[in-house]
């Protein structure tokens, strides 16, 4: 059974930094993604950041590169999204997903409240 676990969401200032955890099992490390998706209220789920787990390329979404930073230790089963520079227009709940195949896993979801 795939379990993904994030942590690490809270409310902080506008410029501020946090540092996203997903404690992830329950897949094969074998033709998969890992990243990080977010939603605002009124808004669509949107993707953030992710890992190719064939290559370890990353991908980043316009509105959060240079700021963030999406890193992943596999000794610790713990996927890392580190928020730089925040701005209230970050304030979503964020989502760790993994995509293997055609199945789709979601973590229950850490609230980022950024304040101006």
């Known amino acids: 059974e795939v379990q993904l676990v994030e942590s690490g969401g809270g409310l902080v200032q506008a410029g501020g930094s946090l540092r996203l955890s997903c404690a992830f099992s329950?897949?094969?490390?074998?033709?998969?993604?890992i990243g990080w998706f977010r939603q605002a209220p009124g808004k669509e789920r949107e993707g953030v950041s992710c890992i190719s787990g064939s290559d370890g390329s990353t991908y980043y979404a316009d509105s959060v590169k240079g700021r963030f930073t999406i890193s992943s230790d596999y000794a610790k089963n713990t996927l890392y999204l580190q928020m730089n520079s925040l701005k209230p227009e970050d304030t979503a709940v964020y989502y760790c997903?993994?995509?293997?195949?055609?199945?789709?896993?979601w973590g229950q979801g850490t609230q980022v409240t950024v304040s101006s």
């Open positions: 329950g897949f094969t490390l074998d033709d998969y993604g």
């Open positions: 997903n993994v995509l293997q195949g055609i199945n789709s896993y």
